[in-house]
């Protein structure tokens, strides 16, 4: 094959090389010499030119064949476009369909109905294709959580907290607990295929919780504490927030009762020169950048061997977290994940 063979060429540069054939041929060259300067066969020059004669210069136009894009679909472009923002914006309980996720049979009987149109689950996959649409795992929000008070917080209030905490010099800390327990083993073990592996756990099981800070400059605050979060062992986690703390801390947490407990509040004002505190919208753990810490540490602890006597599992929990404070870089690249660069 030449090096500019014009067999290589999209339609738009075959047009282009044609024209350069008639520009040859009008300047006197010969066919055999048009070719090789061209990359095209004497024969195909030959050609051209018979076309050119008859024709004029529309006539050596290469057209594309076939059927034109679009033609001979079951739906139209305009359905096609409604189809694309109905999975986008809605989930298929929103329209009355029996599905939690929108699958290919979900997607079948959306488009059934709504634009009386039957397609077959393959075609449904052709389409879900053609969109550039992929299965995916998909973020769980809690039900009870109110859109407009999220888009309140990422477009107001937060910017508000920012632009106080830089007037104030004060740093912005991201606060949650979460617990564990001896019993919570996660992930997957290589056996012999149809023989399920059994892991042995202490069934007198036992758990602890933690408290912890993370600032967008990777440092961390944590706690080991046992039993359920209440005034006292916050107000004692604060308080060495506080104490480590070179400026004003700005708190940000959930909405859990305790946060906003009367003891609480009354210490946070005895103390507001030295500490803030701020909520996020109801039922949205995913706006706090924390909950990433917790997941890591989870994941840390249920991945070793399942805690056979009491404080196994609270130094584990430990050793991760005081890597995860000497390792600060891994801290901030909590704040990278979508749902909380906003944070970052």
């Given at each position: 094959m030449r090096e500019?063979?014009?067999?290589?060429?999209?339609?738009?540069?075959?047009?282009?090389?044609?024209?350069q054939v008639i520009a040859c041929l009008k300047k006197g060259m010969t066919q055999k010499a048009t070719a090789e300067l061209c990359g095209m066969a004497?024969?195909?020059?030959?050609?051209?030119?018979?076309?050119?004669?008859?024709?004029?210069?529309?006539?050596?136009?290469?057209?594309?064949?076939?059927?034109?894009?679009?033609?001979?679909?079951?739906?139209?472009?305009?359905?096609?476009?409604?189809?694309?923002?109905?999975?986008?914006?809605?989930?298929?309980?929103q329209i009355k369909l029996p599905y939690a996720l929108w699958t290919r049979q979900a997607v079948r009987e959306m488009i059934e109905r709504r634009y009386d149109r039957k397609l077959s689950v393959r075609g449904v996959g052709e389409y879900l294709k053609r969109w550039d649409y992929t299965p995916?795992?998909?973020?769980?929000?809690?039900?009870?959580?109110?859109?407009?008070?999220?888009?309140k917080w990422l477009d107001e209030d937060f910017p508000k907290l920012k632009a106080l905490a830089k007037v104030e010099g004060a740093e912005i800390l991201w606060c949650d607990e979460t617990g564990l327990r001896s019993d919570d083993v996660r992930g997957r073990s290589y056996a012999l295929k149809g023989k399920t592996p059994t892991i042995r756990v202490n069934q007198k099981r036992h758990g602890c919780s933690i408290i912890s800070t993370v600032?967008?400059?990777?440092?961390m605050r944590w706690m080991v504490f046992q039993g359920a979060l209440n005034a006292k062992i916050l107000i004692n986690f604060l308080r060495r927030v506080i104490k480590g703390a070179s400026r004003k801390c700005f708190v940000v947490l959930d909405n859990l009762r305790v946060h906003h407990s009367k003891k609480v509040t009354e210490w946070v004002e005895r103390n507001t020169d030295k500490i803030e505190l701020f909520f996020l919208p109801s039922y949205s753990p995913e706006l706090?950048?924390?909950?990433?810490?917790?997941?890591s540490l989870k994941h840390a602890v249920t991945t070793h061997a399942p805690a056979r006597r009491k404080g196994q599992m609270e130094k584990v929990a430990s050793t991760h977290l005081k890597h995860l404070q000497r390792n600060p870089e891994k801290v901030v690249a909590f704040f990278q994940k979508e749902c909380v660069k906003y944070a970052a």
């Open positions: 500019n063979d014009s067999r290589t060429l999209n339609l738009a540069a075959l047009n282009e090389r044609r024209s004497q024969g195909s020059v030959g050609k051209i030119k018979k076309r050119f004669d008859n024709g004029g210069r529309k006539a050596v136009v290469v057209v594309k064949h076939g059927r034109p894009t679009g033609k001979g679909r079951t739906l139209t472009s305009e359905q096609e476009k409604d189809a694309q923002m109905v999975i986008a914006d809605r989930t298929p309980d995916q795992k998909p973020l769980q929000k809690a039900y009870e959580q109110r859109p407009a008070a999220v888009r600032t967008n400059k990777g440092s706090n950048p924390v909950e990433l810490a917790n997941a």
